[in-house]
């Protein structure tokens, strides 16, 4: 079976313009979750959607914001990029929304802010 | 809130010898706790996770962690290191809704 799939892998932007990044979760896995890695630290947690529905959001501004479709594939978008936005964006999929699921993440895209 | 410390953002250690990866946590409500592994242009692997029962978990590669509630640790070790071991690893904890916090993770160079 596939892994967690991102796209794009790479992605260059200049600040103020929008970005939408997309996630296809493993086959079978409801719950998708967005984390941005800036370099030299740790992911950080975004959302968390299930069914569709948010379930989760971390401490991030109204500029991002995420979606889930039908089909469990998840798209994260963010408004007026900013310098700071530089960083790896992971998805991650598990089977259930609840905590003691482990996490299959994609490889990640990597935002770069001119 | 909860928190995760991991100690030390680098450690050097020759092949074959042992290793431990300190991590720390904190919460306010029952946790579970992973160590993931990243390496180089990759995403985050689940190397091992603590959810109940014994406080010993163990990896299919020979890493093992235990988890300590009075000292609210959870270290990950391996008795002899490999060169593929040179990776960056990740202590996490979660709880409720999956909100899962990371340490700021350690690199683990090995030396050959």
């Known amino acids: 079976d596939a892994g967690v799939t991102q796209s794009p892998t790479h992605l260059i932007k200049t600040r103020g313009q929008h970005v939408t990044l997309r996630c296809s979760p493993i086959?079978?896995?409801?719950?998708v979750s967005w984390y941005q890695q800036v370099l030299g630290q740790g992911p950080q947690f975004i959302f968390q959607?299930?069914?569709?529905?948010?379930?989760g959001r971390g401490n991030f501004p109204d500029r991002f914001s995420a979606r889930q479709f039908p089909n469990y594939s998840s798209e994260l978008n963010v408004n007026a990029l900013l310098l700071g936005d530089s960083a790896l964006y992971l998805c991650?999929?598990?089977?259930?929304?609840?905590?003691?699921?482990?996490?299959?993440f994609g490889d990640g895209t990597r935002l770069s802010i001119l | 809130a909860q928190s995760v410390t991991q100690l030390d953002s680098q450690v050097p250690v020759f092949e074959e010898a042992p290793v431990e990866l300190r991590c720390n946590y904190s919460?306010?409500?029952?946790?579970?706790l992973f160590w993931y592994v990243q390496y180089p242009n990759q995403g985050l692997q689940l190397l091992l996770k603590?959810?109940?029962?014994?406080?010993l978990v163990e990896s299919i590669n020979g890493f093992e962690a235990e988890f300590n509630k009075s000292q609210t640790s959870f270290h990950l070790r391996k008795p002899s290191v490999h060169i593929s071991d040179t990776a960056e690893y990740f202590c996490?904890?979660?709880?409720?809704?999956?909100?899962?916090?990371f340490g700021t993770g350690t690199k683990l160079q090995v030396i050959p």
């Open positions: 959607y299930y069914e569709k529905e948010e379930r």
């Open positions: 919460s306010s409500v029952s946790v579970y």
């Open positions: 603590y959810l109940s029962g014994s406080t």
């Open positions: 991650a999929s598990s089977l259930e929304q609840f905590s003691n699921q482990p996490q299959h």
């Open positions: 086959s079978g896995h409801k719950s």
């Open positions: 996490a904890v979660a709880g409720g809704y999956q909100k899962v916090t």
